[in-house]
């Protein structure tokens, strides 16, 4: 059997350990520089706010109905899902942190565990430590796991928070009420092919030929129908490292000139190359983007992207800005008014299993260098150790002006209790 364990509306859930004044009031929370809707309570669902909402264009009704907003506070967020995945830890040794908010527990010899209690007991434990509510679906499979999740978020009084699907009457039943649109691992345009020819419901994607489903959705679709009929075919699967990094801003000003933009491309290489070393990757290619505010129609505009193959793999600051520069300088225009870039690396290579090329590596003395910068980054503040080519006077920073606390990480915001 397998527990999907998820964490209900789970950022608005952390705002709320720490301001339980906001319970039963509706709560969102906005995305990087206070642009769209990431998170809803469900008071703010049930007042017609959708996810990606744009933030500009609800502030009167947030005004009208009180909705309380807030900057995404990502250092407390992660805190809080480290907690509780840590809880959850304690009930099953194998474990697969699926997302910030989720996770798969592997119940392999509960045989004569009574799993309703084990659930609710999660549920306790968790909502007790910490604060967080979560909903419990038990399954043989990941995929229906996944389904019976949904349920019990879905009715949490009849289930008290945790169902599960032990039947095979319980499995039919689920997936006659599960959309094929909300189904786990079915995109929108998978959906859409599958309503056109009649298929509406989980059930229904069952009962469709293996051949047309491997032949439309290839093996991963094949694999999560079987998994849907309850037959064990997705496992837990260990922490992988990120297939892609990137880091994108849209700017708080219109830029025009180019070294305006080659200072945030390089602030903006030199962060995914700290993130590379953290997984301890370099990266074989990289993309640069920049265009213009496609919502200024009073102004021209222009796109453009380039992908470019390094010489060599490396995860050194130095030589990947070097790198994004040389790629911007291939897309960049005069006359235009740009409002985003970013850089987004690709296809790693293990740092410590490199292979040698005749002509062109990496430069080995930067190898020790960007591990001192980082160890002092890491204990005097981000960005302290910058690159001459980053503007040592300005600090990067989101636009954030509805920013809560980090109650959990920084000793300044620690709660204070007044007795």
Same mark, same amino acid.
């Given at each position: 059997m397998f527990a999907l364990i998820d964490c209900n509306n789970f950022y608005a859930s952390c705002e709320?350990?720490?301001? =339980?004044?906001?319970?039963?009031? =509706?709560?969102?929370?906005?995305?990087?520089?206070?642009?769209?809707?990431?998170a809803r309570s469900n008071e +703010?669902?049930?007042?017609? %706010? =959708?996810?990606?909402?744009?933030?500009? *264009?609800?502030?009167?009704?947030?005004?009208?109905?009180?909705?309380?907003?807030f900057s995404?506070?990502?250092?407390? !967020?992660?805190?809080?899902?480290?907690?509780?995945?840590? %809880?959850?830890?304690? !009930?099953? =040794?194998?474990? *697969?942190? !699926?997302? %910030?908010? *989720?996770c798969f527990l592997k119940l392999k010899g509960f045989d004569f565990f009574n799993l309703q209690s084990h659930g609710e007991e999660m549920r306790y434990k968790v909502t007790k430590w910490t604060g967080i509510p979560i909903s419990v679906g038990i399954a043989p499979t990941k995929a229906l796991a996944k389904v019976a999740?949904?349920? +019990?978020?879905? !009715?949490?009084?009849?289930?008290?928070g945790v169902y599960i699907i032990d039947s095979e009457e319980k499995r %039919?039943? +689920?997936?006659?009420?599960?959309?094929?649109?909300?189904?786990?691992?079915?995109?929108?345009?998978?959906s859409k092919r599958l309503n056109a020819i009649g298929v509406k419901t989980a059930f229904d994607f069952t009962q469709l030929d293996d051949e047309f489903v491997k032949k439309q959705m290839a093996i991963v679709g094949l694999r999560l129908k079987h998994d849907l009929q309850g037959i064990p075919t997705l496992d837990l699967e260990e922490t992988q490292i990120k297939k892609n990094i990137a880091t994108t801003r849209s700017f708080e000003t219109n830029y025009t000139e180019y070294e305006q933009l +080659?200072?945030? #491309?390089?602030?903006?290489?030199?962060?995914?190359?700290?993130?590379?070393?953290?997984?301890n990757s370099c990266c074989n290619s990289l993309m640069v983007f920049i265009h213009t505010n496609g919502h200024r129609k009073d102004l021209p505009q222009y796109?453009?992207? #380039?992908? #470019?193959k390094l010489s060599f793999p490396t995860n050194s600051s130095i030589e990947l800005t070097k790198f994004a520069t040389q790629a911007l300088k291939r897309i960049f225009k005069q006359g235009y008014a740009y409002k985003k870039a970013g850089v987004i690396v690709q296809d790693f290579s293990q740092a410590d299993s490199l292979q040698q090329k005749l002509f062109e590596n990496r430069d080995e003395r930067h190898i020790p260098l960007m591990q001192s910068i980082d160890k002092m980054n890491f204990l005097f503040g981000q960005q302290k150790i910058r690159l001459a080519s980053q503007d040592t006077k300005r600090v990067w920073k989101m636009k954030q002006q509805k920013l809560s606390p980090r109650y959990t990480t920084n000793l300044n915001d620690i709660i204070t209790i007044n007795l």
């Amino acid at each position: 059997m397998f527990a999907l364990i998820d964490c209900n509306n789970f950022y608005a859930s952390c705002e709320r350990v720490f301001r =339980p004044d906001l319970n039963g009031k =509706p709560v969102v929370v906005l995305s990087n520089n206070d642009g769209c809707v990431i998170a809803r309570s469900n008071e +703010a669902k049930a007042l017609g %706010i =959708p996810m990606g909402a744009p933030a500009f *264009e609800y502030e009167k009704l947030f005004r009208q109905h009180g909705v309380q907003v807030f900057s995404a506070n990502f250092a407390l !967020y992660g805190d809080m899902s480290n907690r509780v995945m840590t %809880i959850l830890s304690d !009930y099953s =040794p194998e474990m *697969e942190i !699926y997302s %910030i908010d *989720e996770c798969f527990l592997k119940l392999k010899g509960f045989d004569f565990f009574n799993l309703q209690s084990h659930g609710e007991e999660m549920r306790y434990k968790v909502t007790k430590w910490t604060g967080i509510p979560i909903s419990v679906g038990i399954a043989p499979t990941k995929a229906l796991a996944k389904v019976a999740n949904r349920i +019990a978020k879905k !009715y949490p009084t009849e289930t008290k928070g945790v169902y599960i699907i032990d039947s095979e009457e319980k499995r %039919i039943k +689920a997936l006659k009420w599960l959309k094929v649109e909300d189904v786990w691992g079915i995109g929108r345009q998978h959906s859409k092919r599958l309503n056109a020819i009649g298929v509406k419901t989980a059930f229904d994607f069952t009962q469709l030929d293996d051949e047309f489903v491997k032949k439309q959705m290839a093996i991963v679709g094949l694999r999560l129908k079987h998994d849907l009929q309850g037959i064990p075919t997705l496992d837990l699967e260990e922490t992988q490292i990120k297939k892609n990094i990137a880091t994108t801003r849209s700017f708080e000003t219109n830029y025009t000139e180019y070294e305006q933009l +080659a200072e945030r #491309i390089s602030t903006f290489a030199s962060s995914c190359a700290e993130k590379l070393r953290k997984q301890n990757s370099c990266c074989n290619s990289l993309m640069v983007f920049i265009h213009t505010n496609g919502h200024r129609k009073d102004l021209p505009q222009y796109s453009r992207n #380039i992908v #470019i193959k390094l010489s060599f793999p490396t995860n050194s600051s130095i030589e990947l800005t070097k790198f994004a520069t040389q790629a911007l300088k291939r897309i960049f225009k005069q006359g235009y008014a740009y409002k985003k870039a970013g850089v987004i690396v690709q296809d790693f290579s293990q740092a410590d299993s490199l292979q040698q090329k005749l002509f062109e590596n990496r430069d080995e003395r930067h190898i020790p260098l960007m591990q001192s910068i980082d160890k002092m980054n890491f204990l005097f503040g981000q960005q302290k150790i910058r690159l001459a080519s980053q503007d040592t006077k300005r600090v990067w920073k989101m636009k954030q002006q509805k920013l809560s606390p980090r109650y959990t990480t920084n000793l300044n915001d620690i709660i204070t209790i007044n007795l």
